[in-house]
């Protein structure tokens, strides 16, 4: 992979006296962070949302609707690590990449027991705060 011009550029490596020309690819991925050619990190996001999701899904699955202090103890045991691996190596810019991330929590918080009919702004600032014994009758 090479970064830069666009011009017609063949490598070759000389190995006990043979050239071998070597190929030319899109993406590369090294310590699990996808790198292209273009060095921007659409592919990782796409990559880490989907796996946060199919995370999602597991607990869903598994537990159903959750309580504030369950949620936080499974968000941010299981699904946060897959979006905030190598975050500084690959650090989202572009609001496409952003909103794709974003997807993922507005889903989990949807999640937990008494917040589905909320808007997702009024979400993030109640989910820390609202606990089951604050409930009145």
């Known amino acids: 992979m090479h970064i830069g011009h666009s ?3 063949k490598y070759k490596m000389v190995v006990q006296g043979k050239n071998w020309e070597l190929d030319e690819t899109k993406e590369e991925r090294d310590l699990g962070i996808i790198v292209t050619d ?3 990190p659409s592919q990782q996001c796409i ?7 199919s995370v999602l899904v597991w607990i869903k699955r598994k ?3 959750l ?3 369950e949620f936080k103890i ?8 897959h979006l905030e691996y190598c975050i500084q190596a690959w650090s989202p810019y572009l609001q496409k990449d952003i909103r794709c991330l974003e997807k993922v929590q ?7 027991h008494g917040l589905k009919d909320i808007d997702y702004e009024n979400r ?3 989910r820390f705060i609202y606990s089951p014994e604050m409930k009145t009758s």
């Open 67 to 69: 309580t504030v202090e």
């Open 47 to 53: 990559k880490a949302a989907s796996k946060a999701r």
């Open 63 to 65: 537990f159903g609707v």
């Open 74 to 81: 499974l968000y941010k045991t299981y699904v946060r690590p």
């Open 38 to 40: 273009n060095l921007k």
């Open 106 to 112: 507005r889903r989990a918080t949807k999640m937990v």
């Open 124 to 126: 993030l600032e109640l």
């Open 7 to 9: 011009f017609d550029t």
